[in-house]
């Protein structure tokens, strides 16, 4: 079954396959102008530009079924390689503590944050968190997301962290999009493990992983290595047991301090570092040596909806690009430090609060973000060989348009594999 798309203005995020942009390439945009797409079993197998009468009426006749774009601008769909969608109910009530100055520690030294959403998830059923997980990726499609990363985390028993991943497990099954789903056991000490810590990495380690990799429920594990959650050695104990049965990393690091997290991502060849908000040169020589590495570097990755949501500092940004990395930006999608389900949201956050040139946060939120999951040869560009996730705008000069005109969804229709969702 052969597709083809046509009369497209621009065509954004032609790269060739399996790229990803590090420091001054984050500037360089590869687009196509009048451009066209024939897509079989949901690859694209031949795309190019400027076609004439001719070649459109020969490539309308060798396909099964043609789509004019009508003019409009395509960009890749949004890759958002960090959220943890599967909860239970917001924390309205912490909102307002923060706005009254409570900070994020304070919260959670009192029984709020991770710990209140686990209370709230434990007491849910999978149907019923499976209902509401599946909304928010309808409404993360509609804005555009056609790869989705999901945490578990907000369990925090063996029950409730098993009950998270079989229902991204069902997510997947269901949905179109790419999703792929990450054991984060070690989100937070359950107030039972206050004073036994390591009772808790020993049920992580023999109760829940045994069966995360029986039943095949996480394509990563994920660690909250920060202040006040697990240390440096604690995070690598369980990266280390996780390495032995072939499952890599993402960490959470340096949200709170500089705590060792992105060290300790490079020194057990993470695939990501997320959050990054305390980060100096120490840190960005780690990443920096991870990229000379054969297993491919640690993408360091922003988040800054949970910066703005928190009030916190963040990630600086152009430090990392002006030394040479790459960047990738996520949205954090959770109920406690970022309710934003838009990548376009956090496009414009990035431009405006983290200095980076529209351009630039477009690759963050596309191959980059690809590249923290080791999806680049499939998504976040448009080229032969990969996916053909999509989106049509009608934005003018959509790279700047998006996030200059913020607040608003961009997305006029959302193709995944070729096919409209």
Not at 139 to 154: D, N, P, R, V
Not at 282 to 306: C, D, H, R, W
């Amino acid at each position: 079954m052969k597709k083809l798309f046509y009369n497209i203005s621009k065509l954004y995020g032609a790269n060739e396959r399996g790229t990803f942009k590090k420091g001054h390439e984050m500037q360089q945009l590869n687009t196509l102008e009048n451009a066209w797409m024939l897509v079989e079993n949901g690859t694209i197998i031949q795309m190019g530009q400027c076609p004439s009468e001719k070649e459109i009426e020969d490539l309308i006749n060798h396909s099964n079924e043609w789509i004019d774009l009508e003019g409009l601008e395509v960009l890749p769909g949004f890759v958002d390689s960090h959220t943890h969608i599967v909860f239970a109910a917001p924390r309205h009530e912490e909102f307002a503590m923060r706005i009254q100055g409570a900070t994020y520690e304070e919260i959670a030294e009192n029984g709020g944050g991770i710990l209140n959403s686990a209370k709230k998830l434990q007491a849910m059923s999978e149907n019923d968190l499976y209902e509401q997980a599946s909304k928010r990726v309808i409404l993360m499609l509609a804005h555009g997301t056609t790869t989705i990363e999901i945490k578990s985390g907000y369990g925090l028993t063996v029950e409730a962290e098993i009950k998270i991943l079989r229902v991204v497990k069902r997510l997947k099954e269901n949905f179109k999009c790419t999703i792929k789903s990450t054991f984060l056991g070690a989100h937070a000490f359950p107030a039972e493990f206050k004073n036994n810590q390591q009772g808790y990495i020993d049920l992580v380690l023999n109760e829940m992983l045994p069966i995360v990799i029986a039943e095949k429920l996480a394509d990563h594990i994920d660690v909250f290595c920060d202040k006040g959650f697990f240390s440096v050695e604690q995070t690598s104990l369980i990266l280390e047991e996780a390495a032995k049965r072939d499952i890599p990393a993402k960490i959470h690091a340096n949200e709170l301090g500089l705590t060792g997290g992105v060290q300790t991502a490079v020194e057990h060849q993470a695939w990501s570092a997320d959050h990054l908000e305390h980060c100096e040169e120490n840190e960005i020589a780690a990443l920096q040596k991870g990229f000379s590495q054969n297993y491919g570097g640690t993408m360091p990755v922003a988040l800054p909806g949970t910066s703005y949501f928190l009030g916190i500092p963040y990630a600086p940004i152009r430090n990392f690009i002006g030394n040479g990395l790459p960047v990738a930006l996520a949205t954090d999608f959770n109920p406690g430090s970022s309710p934003i389900c838009s990548i376009q949201t956090i496009w414009a956050l990035a431009c405006t609060q983290m200095k980076m040139m529209p351009v630039e946060a477009f690759h963050a939120v596309t191959c980059n973000a690809a590249r923290a999951l080791r999806l680049e040869n499939e998504v976040g560009s448009l080229a032969v060989g990969m996916r053909a996730d999509f989106f049509t705008t009608k934005t003018v000069d959509a790279v700047k348009g998006i996030p200059y005109f913020f607040g608003q969804n961009h997305v006029d229709r959302v193709f995944v594999g070729g096919d409209r969702v």
